[in-house]
């Protein structure tokens, strides 16, 4: 994995809240419905950024929010940075496609009137470049002259990828990039993960395949509710609970089959109805009162963590 120095930030997101205005069903007085709030991430040039938690934790908003691809009812404050200068809606028209590039997570980000290949070569036309990632990705010829619904949901997921890796993008924002993929063909895509960071591209990995992304991540941020609860090494993760700082990043790994299969008591809290402070102090085993009170992001042991018992 590339060494941590001198290297530039290619996305700093900071203190990210995203807000969805919608009618109430009974009242129908328009209300607003915050599911992501104070969300810090960063990515730097040569490092994978593995992205944990549990489905509705605000994983893949934060990707569309980057993107500048949320719905016309979306609020959204905070800051997001790209090499230091402001994410628009004029520097998105012009990075978008080159230096940024997405691995949607859903199949239908693909244009089922349009045959794969034309969509792989996109405004790159580079058939060669298409071969080679379609070797990597054993993908047959063929199947650039089919159209999606031809395809399987494997190979249309690996047609996401191909089409992602065209160009020669600085930040890839891969959102659940691997399912319906064999393990053997999960890893590969990790192993290529990890060239591209090596050759100096960022990559923010969205992921549930927690333990692919703790092999090949540099970094491991941990989202619950909404937020950020814990940024650490990903070695650390791959040391254990001893070595981690918040009681849902130690419950995160203990549910990993390999780790014991623990579950937990209680449920992630619906958007519409956070508690007060911390939003994992209803499940977790080490609350105080100070958990009722707002906890703000600290570095602590070499890490970043929200929690004020994190020990």
């Known amino acids: 994995m590339a060494a941590n120095k001198t290297r530039e930030t290619l996305l700093d997101v900071r203190d990210l809240s995203v807000s969805f205005r919608m009618y109430d069903s009974n009242t129908l007085q328009q209300t607003e419905l915050r599911v992501i709030h104070d969300l810090s991430v960063s990515v730097r040039e040569g490092e994978i950024v593995a992205v944990a938690g549990s489905s509705g934790s605000g994983k893949s908003l934060l990707a569309h929010a980057i993107l500048g691809i949320l719905p016309g009812n979306a609020l959204v404050s905070g800051a997001m940075l790209y090499r230091g200068e402001p994410v628009t809606e004029t520097l998105l028209r012009k990075i978008r496609g080159r230096e940024l590039a997405i691995v949607p997570q859903s199949l239908t980000y693909l244009d089922p009137l349009m045959k794969t290949g034309e969509q792989i070569n996109g405004i790159y036309g580079n058939d060669e470049k298409r071969r080679r990632?379609?070797?990597?990705?054993?993908?047959?010829?063929?199947?650039?002259?089919?159209?999606?619904?031809?395809?399987?949901g494997g190979m249309s997921r690996r047609i996401l990828i191909s089409t992602a890796l065209m160009g020669d993008a600085k930040l890839i924002i891969a959102d659940e990039p691997t399912p319906g993929m064999t393990l053997a063909?999960?890893?590969?895509?990790?192993?290529?993960?990890r060239e591209l960071a090596d050759g100096g591209a960022g990559i923010l990995l969205i992921t549930h395949?927690?333990?692919?992304?703790?092999?090949?991540?540099?970094?491991?941020?941990?989202?619950?509710?909404?937020?950020?609860?814990?940024?650490?090494?990903?070695?650390?993760?791959?040391?254990?609970?001893?070595?981690?700082?918040?009681?849902?990043?130690?419950a995160l790994w203990q549910a990993i089959p390999q780790n014991g299969f623990v579950p937990i008591s209680g449920s992630q809290p619906y958007a519409?109805?956070?508690?007060?402070?911390?939003?994992?102090?209803?499940r977790c085993?080490?609350?105080?009162?100070?958990?009722?009170?707002?906890?703000?992001?600290?570095?602590?042991?070499?890490?970043?963590?929200?929690?004020?018992?994190?020990?």
């Open 133 to 152: 990632i379609f070797e990597r990705y054993e993908l047959d010829e063929s199947a650039a002259k089919k159209y999606p619904f031809q395809l399987s």
């Open 185 to 193: 063909t999960a890893k590969r895509v990790m192993e290529h993960f």
């Open 209 to 250: 395949d927690i333990d692919l992304a703790f092999e090949c991540a540099d970094r491991i941020a941990v989202f619950y509710a909404g937020s950020t609860v814990e940024i650490a090494d990903a070695a650390d993760f791959r040391a254990g609970p001893g070595h981690l700082r918040h009681p849902y990043s130690i």
């Open 272 to 282: 519409g109805n956070l508690p007060s402070g911390c939003c994992f102090a209803p």
């Open 285 to 311: 085993p080490r609350r105080t009162g100070a958990c009722g009170l707002p906890v703000p992001m600290r570095e602590f042991r070499g890490g970043e963590v929200r929690c004020v018992n994190a020990v």
